[in-house]
């Protein structure tokens, strides 16, 4: 079966660093994405990997081992308003978003 | 940036009602919506691919009869809730690909509908 694995909850305190660890299990692979998700609000886009490597983007950063089937966002320089839930989402071989069941980030002053 | 317009936002209805979702892209052409239902603290749950002028594919445990989606334009795809009831409060969300980008292009959101069924 497809599955996407990602830490339920983490906390991080501002101006620190956190990272969120994504692993997955996909029938092809054709990129993986990250959605930040603020409470009763719609997915936005953070970063698509579709090479191994890091991709970074202001505070945030992605990076992606396809042979591992392993993804991590990194947060840099925490703020508040990055406490949210991040989604880890893997497109398969049919061009299907599989999606993670999100990681809910609670920063503390 | 493309922007995918989701109305309405928020819709309580009494039970055995229908209510009908609209999902429209901005500035793009999507061949293909996707509706997607979320429960509380639950990831994102793909309950059928709009395809503008053909009939929907729904995933496996959707029930077609009870989630109709038209996909009249390639701007605009509908959800209708019909004979909802209390089970069916949700947040529901669709998203667009602008079809020029392909099949790896970003997928845009909508801001969601929050259904709630008395």
């Known amino acids: 079966g497809q599955n996407i694995d990602q830490p339920t909850e983490m906390t991080a305190t501002e101006g620190a660093i956190v990272q969120i660890n994504c692993t997955y299990q996909t029938s092809g692979f054709n990129g993986l994405f990250w959605y930040q998700q603020h409470a009763g609000e719609a997915p936005t886009f953070l970063s698509y990997n579709v090479l191994d490597g890091l991709e970074e983007k202001g505070r945030f950063s992605s990076f992606l081992s396809r042979s591992k089937g392993y993804s991590y966002l990194l947060l840099k320089e925490l703020q508040m308003k990055d406490s949210a839930s991040y989604l880890c989402a893997v497109m398969d071989s049919n061009y299907q978003l599989i999606w993670g069941a999100g990681t809910k980030l609670i920063i503390k002053p | 940036g493309a922007v995918v317009s989701q109305h309405p936002s928020r819709v309580i209805c009494k039970s055995g009602t229908s209510v009908k979702i609209e999902c429209r892209s901005l500035d793009f052409q999507a061949t293909t919506m996707f509706w997607y239902r979320q429960f509380p603290k639950k990831s994102l749950m793909l309950m059928a691919t709009?395809?503008?002028?053909?009939?929907?594919?729904?995933e496996q445990g959707v029930e077609k009869d009870k989630f109709l989606i038209n996909h009249a334009s390639l701007t605009l795809s509908t959800l209708t809730v019909t004979s909802a009831h209390p089970e069916d409060s949700s947040f529901y969300i669709c998203?667009?690909?602008?079809?020029?980008?392909?099949?790896?292009?970003?997928?845009?959101f909508g801001e969601g509908s929050r259904l709630t069924v008395l």
């Open positions: 998203s667009a690909r602008d079809q020029l980008a392909g099949d790896t292009g970003e997928l845009f």
């Open positions: 709009s395809n503008e002028g053909s009939k929907a594919t729904y």
